[in-house]
Every structure is written in C-alpha cells, then in structure tokens.
C-alpha cells in the first residue's frame, strides 16, 4: 500500500490569463533564465511541496508527462526545418526528455533517482504503479511524483492527436504528491487496480467492489460508460471539470483535490481506447 503524505497543484485553465514565468520568479528566481514555460510551470508545481516540507536528499522524483515540451520542439522544427538554421542551444538541452527533472531535483535538492514518462493514455496510473514497486522492493523510501502538461496551442490542431471533442477545453498544469510506504503521518493511501479492463471486465470488477464513497471519470469517458457505471454504483460523484480543463496529468489533480476537501474514498476510472484503468484514494 502506497501513503500520500503531502500533495501541491498548479491548475490553469484555458481562459485563465496566468503569467507562469513571472510566478515561477517568485519562488524560484535563480531558475527562470534558462528555462521555459514547461520547465517553470514543474518549478512552481513543487514550490508548494518545498513550502510545506524539507524532502530528504534521497527521495526520488518520478516526472510524468502526456506529450512532453512540445513547444521547445515545435521551436526546434521552426528552426531546423523552416528557417533552416541549427537549434539554439538552450531550446536543444531543454528538449532533452528530463531537462526539466534535471531543474526540479536542483531546486529541491534531491540526489536520489530522477525518472521521466510520457504519454498518450494511462501515463499517471502508470507511473503510480511503478512508484509501488519501487516502494514495495524497498529500492525507494520515498517519491516525489508529479506529472507536467503544457497547454498545446491550437495552431497543432490538438483535439486530433489527442482524439478530443472540438469543443474540449484545454488547460494546464503541475500536480505532485508526496508518496511512501509510511503510514504515520500520511493523508490518505493510495492503489491502482493492476489489470487493466475492458467494458465488460470492467463492470464485473465493478460490482464486486466494497462500497464506495464518491466517483469520479477521466475526461476522455463516454457518457454511456459512466451512466452505466453509476447506475451499477450509487455513490456521490466527485465533480471536477468546471475547474480543471482537459490535459493528460489532470488526474493528479483531482486526486489532490479530494484528498484535500473530503473524507472517505474516492474511486476514479480512466478510460483510453476502450481500455479502462481504476484508482482508489481513501483518506486517513
């Protein structure tokens, strides 16, 4: 079982006029000028975890991410391809997958194992269960675990590749959450189901769930599925989406989210691909 001790989130949404890098100036000013958007909008994401607690030198930081830096590799392919010049320098070291972990491990001052993991579909459940592994083998004590999404612009015609309705908002942002295998301390547990369902197996294991306090669905779930599902489960659901704008990493979010305002347990269900995914938080 992995414990939540401490959790920090930065959400923007689409029409929210943030300037992320003067924020990021704020709490972490020797670390604005080399970087950009992506890498601040991970700074200031973890400024709320160095608020609330000293981390100790060794834990590890697990970074997710559903696209990556794709500014800084859109402003690669202007240059290379386009203007057919060679890439800045600075835009080429940030488009190195964990530049950005590089920047957030210096600003935490943390030595310990620095992983990176991006993409499309089920990329936090992911990363949450190889944090239990390595919670579970002893080979980590504690993990920083935090995913990154930079809002894509529209120039990309996003909705496409990330197989969206046209009309899906798209926001940003930077959630962490402080995990171990401690209970001492903690603010809630946390477990991801190991397999991953179909719609069928899905509403088996469904049914035979113990009771549940509040539900929630990841944004790419039809409206079917999840009317099907609450009819199975009759539980208070865990709204989110009027403040959270659709991006990979959201699901940190609202985990945050609930585990700051409610008490009880929360089971939320992702969907990919006609694929399903299940995370149970229960709060202590």
């Known amino acids: 079982m992995m414990y939540v001790h401490c959790t920090a989130s930065v959400n923007i949404k689409q029409d929210q006029p943030i300037d992320v890098k003067a924020e990021c100036k704020k709490v972490a000013s020797s670390f604005v000028r080399r970087t950009d958007r992506f890498i601040q909008l991970g700074l200031l994401g973890?400024?709320?975890?160095?608020?609330?607690?000293?981390l100790d030198k060794n834990t590890a930081l697990f970074m997710v991410s559903g696209q990556g830096n794709l500014s800084v590799f859109n402003r690669l392919c202007q240059q290379r391809y386009v203007e057919n010049m060679p890439?800045?320098?600075?835009?080429?070291?940030?488009?190195?997958?964990?530049?950005?972990?590089?920047?957030?491990?210096?600003?935490?001052?943390?030595?310990?194992?620095?992983?990176?993991?991006a993409q499309q579909g089920f990329v936090v459940e992911n990363a949450?269960?190889?944090?239990?592994?390595?919670l579970k083998t002893k080979q980590e004590k504690c993990i920083l675990l935090g995913?990154?999404?930079?809002?894509v612009d529209a120039?990309?015609?996003?909705?496409?590749?990330?197989?969206?309705?046209l009309n899906t908002q798209l926001g940003e942002g930077s959630n962490?959450?402080?995990?171990?295998?401690?209970?001492?301390?903690?603010?809630?547990?946390i477990e991801v189901a190991t397999p991953q369902f179909n719609q069928q197996t899905l509403l088996a294991y469904l049914a035979l769930l113990t009771p549940t306090t509040h539900i929630a669905f990841g944004q790419r779930m039809s409206n079917e599925m999840i009317d099907s599902i609450q009819l199975l489960l009759p539980c208070l659901l865990f709204e989110y989406r009027d403040e959270c704008d659709f991006y990979e990493t959201n699901i940190l979010y609202v985990l945050n989210k609930f585990i700051k305002q409610q008490q009880g347990n929360l089971l939320f269900i992702d969907g990919f691909e006609g694929q399903y995914k299940i995370i149970i938080v229960r709060t202590t």
């Open 46 to 54: 973890v400024s709320g975890i160095k608020e609330q607690q000293v």
């Open 128 to 134: 949450l269960l190889l944090a239990d592994a390595n």
């Open 176 to 189: 962490w959450m402080l995990l171990s295998g401690e209970v001492e301390g903690a603010q809630a547990s």
């Open 155 to 165: 120039s990309n015609s996003p909705h496409d590749y990330l197989d969206l309705p």
């Open 147 to 151: 995913g990154v999404d930079e809002r």
């Open 87 to 117: 890439p800045k320098p600075v835009d080429f070291i940030n488009s190195l997958s964990n530049t950005a972990g590089f920047y957030i491990a210096k600003y935490l001052e943390l030595e310990s194992k620095n992983l990176n993991l």
